[in-house]
Structure formats: C-alpha cells, structure tokens
C-alpha cells in the first residue's frame, strides 16, 4: 500500500485509559498516522506505540476460551524447565537418512530439538521419501511436535551414480579406478559411473578427480575416449552419489557451467514435494536469481500453500551474485563443503561470516551446513575443535545449524543433535551476558512508508524489550512478516509468533529466536491478546509478575483498507 506524496504524520503524545477498563493505569506512548488521497481513493496507515504497563488480571479474563493454543511440546518442555531466558534461540536442522528413518528414531530426534527436518532428493526413491514425511506429519499431528519438512534438490552437478553398495566403497592407496559415463545395473570393481556425459571434457592426464569435496582423491593416469583412468592418491570413501570436482595445477577446473540449476528430475522431484506438503525447498547449485525467480513463480502457481525456496550458496558463481540471490530467496544454505572445493579453505570462516552478515541485514533466514560434527559420524563424542566451530556460527548469529551424514548415515545422529543444543544454548547465553546485540546495526529495507513504520516498530519493540528486560515477545501476525523483522533485532527475549496459518507457522521454525504456534485469530487485537495469555496461562507457564511486549500487524477489514500495527507492554497479575 503507497501514501500518496501528501502524506501527513501527526504525532499524539499522552493516551489515557478510562477507568471502565479495569486497568488503572496511563498509557503514554506515541502514535504515527499517516493518510493520503489518490485517484479518489483514501489510503491510510496506523502504527500506534503503546509503552506502559497494563495489568491483565484473571478477573479480566473469559472463563472459556475457544480454540486451542497450538504449543509444541518441545518449545513446551524447554520453557517449563528453563524458563523464558533460557529458551533455545538457534534452530537445528537434520539430514535424514537410512541410519534415522524409522518412527522411533524421527521422534527421538523431534524429541531432542530437531525444528526442521531435511531431505536429500540425490538418494533414495519417492516412495522412500514420501514414508518419512507422512511420519513426521503423524508426528506433529498426534504426538504435538512442530517439524518442518525440507526436500534439497540435486541441481546441476557432476556426481557418481548409486554404485550398487548400500553406504560407501573404499578406495585403497594406489588402486586403479575407471570413471566411465557407460551404464550398467549394480556395481563393478573398482568402476565408478559417472551421471554427465561430458565430465571428462577437457580434461587431460595429470590432473586431479576429488570426491566429495577431498573424501578421496585420484590422478588421471589415461583418458579413453570420454572415460577416465585414474590412481587413489588421498585413500577414502566413495559415498553413492558423491560429487566430483577436477583440479590443475592447484586450481579448480570449472565443469558445471553448462548445467542447468533445475534439471529435469528437479522438476519431477518439486512435483513430489509439493504433492507431499513440504514447507521449503532447498536449491542446489543457485547461480543468480533467475533460477529462484522462477521456481518461486512455478510454485505460486501450482501450490495453493506457502513453500520457502532456499539458495544454497555452495560455489564461486553463487557468490559473486550473492545479495541478488539473498533478495530473491526466502533464505539462504552455507554448504561449506562443496563451497570449499571451489574456494581456498583458508577463506571458508571468512566468507561463512560475509553470507551470515548479508542475510541478517537482508532479514532472510541462513543455515550453517555441513561437517558442523563430521567426526560423529563414527564417534559418540565431538572433536573440541567442532565445538568451536558451532559456537563460533551460533556467535554470528546464523538462524540455523544443520547436520548432514552426522544424522542420515552416522551412528550417533540423535547424539550430535544433542550437541548442537548444548552448545548453541550456551553460546547464546554467553552472546546475551556480553550483550552483543548493542553493535549490530540494520540496513532500512523498507520502501513504501507502512514497510518503513513496521521496520521500525520492530526495531524499537526488541530496543524496548532488551532494556525492560521483558520476559517474552507476543507478535501475532498472518504471515510472519513481523515475526521475521523482530528476530532480525535477535533479542534477549524468545518471540512467540502467534498465526492462524499452518503454512506460516511451519516457514517460521528456520526463524531464529522464533516459536510459532498456531491459534484462531480475529480482528480484535485485544480479544488476541486476552486469549492467548489465558491460553498459555492455562499451561501453566505463564505466571504472575511476568511482562511480555505484544506487536501485531493483524489487518482489520474494513471499507478503508488500513493495517494497524501496535507495540505493548503488559504484566500478569
């Protein structure tokens, strides 16, 4: 909605409550209001800031309240046992696979934290897929967890195909290997079977074949017509699927080029997901935002429900389009581990910290992907350096940590995910002691002036919350707009998003420091407001005392279209 260009913003100062309210107190505060004429249509625009204390007495609450508060039971436990300081703030992302796919093992993740859980379209059929998501559905559904589902798909790569061995082939010191574009059922000794045909253009003797990412490494010994020869000389493990890179002369040889971002068994495999309900899609391989642009279009137009379409950031190209990329997604995916096979690793924390720091002042959600814990892949227990590692994301105040092969093919996944929390709980604790939140400072994103009024009452509620030290953050929003530009301020205290759109509700959980829940809305902010509090009083975890600030951008219906936004600040009695 746009203000004409003679807009008028009046600020009012002292607001008093009348006495019938029950409340007894003056509630001082500023309002903005800005209305304008055009073409015969009168727009207006209302954001009211109100900053004293009100006093919600049970006596002032209905004694039924219809609806139910959709509270997961892990956002539950956690702040009945923590308290609302002690909240997790940092989302956690697992990869599933073979080694966590059965019911049991999804609800012990769930149990343990898990916010969103990812599939990996390179392995596995449909019918496979399909399985884990109908259970995390059942999942939420009839145990309360609040899971999201996330397919990623293949994208333009080189990659070896299923080899026929259910995990991984080994590759010895010196063995010859053949890497051929030939097809063939099953597996060949020592053959790997490449998915493009021209993987081996121009490429010559000499140069170097790295799986996935350094897992293994060979030499190019021979090149028969489009197939490849090659010497182990890193020994390691070849995963099905794995990707490929060359190099010369310690320089990557760039192969992908012509790839498209969205291959044809993307498209089959985006069909599936939206067919399954899936809350985002992660694209593999993004090179500029024409590829997002247009995924994003296909899916307003097949989906009658809101799927996220993720970037993941995981070349040089990628980065050299990188704020374009940001702008047109919903987020954004650091695989750090193909990313390091195309830049020097010495640059990876660099560049982790430059897309971290972009996202944030772009307001989009970012993941910090890959090897977070790789050696629980095999052990019950992190190297100290991959503690580091986390903490050091969760400093940056990335939204979301996600685990690979730690969960999909390891033996300790709900193990690692454990150590995600641990650690990332404590690293937020200690951001929050050093109150860190002083030095970051946000790039203005709004453009029409009710965009720039919601930006603001966003900033100034988290600057308001961190100084009174309120207890929570109430936003209540249609589409977690609002939600999203307060966890953008990251403040001390937890945001509860409170939506009555599943959709919305499940794009939150990569949001940071955000707890969605889903519950009837009206029109009457203050009915919103009354509700909930008695809703979440009802669980027993809101007590006497406690102050929580409430935003809103809930739309009144109206003959003049207006959005009404407010900030307050309430104390429970």
């Known amino acids: ?49 109100q900053v004293g204390l009100e006093e919600v007495e049970s006596s002032q609450l209905p004694n039924s309240v219809d609806g139910n508060l959709g509270f997961d039971v892990v956002s539950e436990g956690e702040l009945r046992e923590k308290g609302f300081l002690g909240m997790r703030k940092t989302k956690l992302v697992c990869t599933i696979g073979p080694a966590c796919c059965l019911l049991e093992d999804l609800e012990n993740l769930a149990s343990s934290g898990m916010n969103v859980a990812r599939l990996n379209m390179c392995h596995n059929t449909w019918e496979w897929h399909r399985d884990v998501i109908r259970k995390i559905k059942r999942l939420n559904e009839e145990k309360g967890y609040c899971v999201s589902v996330m397919i990623d798909t293949e994208g333009g790569q080189i990659h070896v195909v299923d080899h026929g061995a259910p995990f991984s082939v080994k590759a010895e010191n010196e063995s010859i290997w053949l890497f051929t574009t030939q097809k063939f059922e099953g597996s060949r000794p020592f053959t790997v079977q490449a998915n493009y045909e021209g993987f081996s253009e121009g490429i010559t003797v000499g140069d170097e074949v790295v799986i996935d990412g350094g897992m293994a490494s060979f ?24 990707k490929l890179s060359f190099w010369r002369d310690g320089k990557l040889v760039e192969k992908n080029y012509e790839l498209p971002t969205i291959s044809t068994k993307d498209w089959a495999d985006i069909e599936f997901g939206i067919s399954e309900g899936v809350d985002f899609i992660a694209m593999s391989f993004v090179k500029d935002a024409n590829a997002i642009k247009q995924l994003k279009s296909y899916l307003s137009n097949k989906s009658s429900e809101s799927i996220g379409v993720l970037a993941k950031i995981e070349s040089l190209e990628s980065l050299q389009h ?4 940001i702008e047109a997604s ?8 193909d990313l390091g096979v195309e830049i020097p690793l010495e640059q990876i924390p660099a ?9 944030r002042q772009l307001n989009r959600p970012v993941i910090v992907a890959s090897q977070l814990l790789e050696s629980m892949v095999e052990y019950p227990t992190p190297t100290r350096a991959e503690v580091a590692d986390v903490s050091e994301a969760v400093r940056q105040y990335a939204d979301a940590l996600m685990l690979s ?6 033996s300790y996944g709900q193990k690692a995910l454990c150590v995600l929390r641990m650690a990332s709980s404590r690293m937020e604790l200690w951001s929050r002691e050093e109150n860190r939140q002083s030095a970051l400072h946000q790039r203005q994103l709004g453009v029409s002036l009710p965009d720039r009024i919601a930006e603001q009452i966003c900033n100034c509620a988290v600057e308001m919350a961190n100084n009174l030290g309120v207890d929570a953050i109430f936003v209540y929003t249609k589409h977690g707009q609002m939600a999203s530009l307060l966890s953008r301020n990251r403040p001390n205290s937890p945001i509860f998003a409170f939506t009555d759109n599943h959709s919305t509700r499940m794009s939150m959980n990569l949001q940071w420091g955000v707890t969605p829940l889903l519950v009837e809305l009206s029109e009457d902010m203050e009915a919103n407001i009354t509700k909930t509090i008695d809703l979440i009083k009802m669980k027993g975890v809101l007590e006497e005392g406690d102050t929580v600030l409430v935003v809103s951008d809930i739309t009144p219906s109206c003959a003049t279209p207006k959005a009404f936004q407010s900030i307050q600040v309430k104390t429970i009695v």
């Open 1 to 49: 909605m746009a203000a004409s260009s003679n807009s008028r913003v009046f600020m009012q100062g002292i607001i008093g409550k009348s006495p019938g309210t029950g409340l007894g107190n003056r509630v001082s505060g500023v309002c903005f209001r800005t209305s304008g004429v055009r073409s015969g249509i009168k727009l207006g625009v209302r954001a009211t800031m």
């Open 219 to 242: 030499e190019v010994i021979e090149k028969i017509g489009n197939d490849l020869r090659c010497k182990c000389t890193d020994p390691g493990l070849l995963l099905p699927r794995a």
């Open 322 to 325: 990188l704020e374009e990329i």
């Open 330 to 337: 919903d987020g954004i995916m650091v695989a750090r581990g």
């Open 351 to 359: 560049v982790q910290a430059k897309i971290t720091h972009v996202c």
């Open 405 to 410: 092969g730690e969960s999909a093919i390891g």
